[in-house]
């Protein structure tokens, strides 16, 4: 049939859909390594913050509490900070979707900041468990190392057992206490703090044997007894507190953790967005760093 030169010709136009995954991954992977290597640089600076705060003076060393704030505090900073570093980083270098509403470009550029915050806190945790010595894993490391350290040399003390059996068994005879009676002693000191109390005839010989080597009478030798049983009580209660503390301050720790894990999410898809939006918009940021 042969066609008017002023007949309206239709062509369809070629779909845009060419199969490939609305992931784009080049923008992605840049976003998590980017993300990374901030957390790793901000995870170093907190650590000089951290040591700066403990030391093996009582007096000059920060509590618990507060350690624990101000690293859940700097956590939530450094993963707010790098997840919405590379989210924008993502959302600004995707190609754009122009076949596509704005609503559906706002969705896509999220689901990128999504995706860097998932690789990106996969490549973190990778690097912080790596046995490859670096800057992350001292950095990771570095606070709760020092820690331990001052706290070690604080709370460094005898051994509670051997202490109440040194006082416990203090001789003034001429024949002192053998190996042999001290392990005994020792044995009926630890089982009567797992029982909770002294057994009357474990009470009654070892004080005889106290009282025949250090000259002293059977009453003040079952004083000593109860005093040293006194001692590991008060030992066993503060063993008790500590752990309990311990216990609290992991769930706190855990609370927090997530908490800066979801916010890094949180913050990982508006600035993703931000960045689309701007890609769209063609927004100028030199003025941002006084190139104008």
């Not at 704005?102 to 973190?124: I, T, Y």
């Not at 000191?189 to 009282?211: C, E, F, K, P, T």
Request: charged content about 15%; some cysteine; proline content about 2%.
């Amino acid at each position: 049939m042969a066609v008017n030169p002023t007949d309206t010709v239709i062509v369809a136009s070629a779909s845009n859909d060419t199969g490939a995954s609305y992931l784009d991954w080049s923008p992605i992977l840049g976003g998590a390594v980017l993300a990374a290597a901030i957390s790793t640089i901000l995870a170093a600076f907190g650590s000089a913050i951290g040591l700066s705060m403990v030391s093996a003076d009582t007096t000059r060393s920060s509590g618990l509490a507060a350690l624990a704030v101000a690293g859940g505090l700097w956590a939530l900073w450094v993963t707010i900070s790098a997840c919405g570093a590379g989210g924008y980083l993502a959302g600004r270098m995707r190609r754009p979707a122009l076949d596509s509403t704005d609503h559906e470009r706002h969705v896509r550029d999220g689901a990128h900041g999504l995706v860097v915050w998932a690789v990106g806190a996969l490549l973190v945790a990778f690097i912080t468990s790596s046995t490859i010595t670096g800057a992350a894993k001292t950095a990771a490391t570095g606070v709760a190392t020092a820690a331990a350290g001052a706290g070690a040399l604080i709370s460094q003390q005898a051994d509670p057992i051997a202490s109440s059996l040194d006082t416990m068994l203090r001789s003034t005879g001429t024949e002192p206490i053998s190996a042999e009676e001290r392990e005994e002693a020792s044995r009926v000191l630890v089982r009567s703090v797992a029982n909770g109390s002294v057994d009357a005839a474990d009470r009654s010989y070892i004080a005889s044997r106290i009282a025949a080597r250090s000259n002293i009478s059977q009453q003040e030798a079952e004083k000593r007894i109860d005093d040293a049983f006194a001692r590991l009580n008060q030992a066993k209660e503060a063993a008790k507190q500590a752990a309990e503390r311990a216990r609290k301050m992991a769930v706190v720790t855990a609370f927090l953790t997530a908490a800066a894990l979801l916010a890094g999410a949180a913050a990982a898809w508006f600035a993703a967005v931000l960045g689309g939006k701007h890609r769209d918009e063609q927004t100028d940021l030199t003025s941002l760093f006084g190139l104008r």
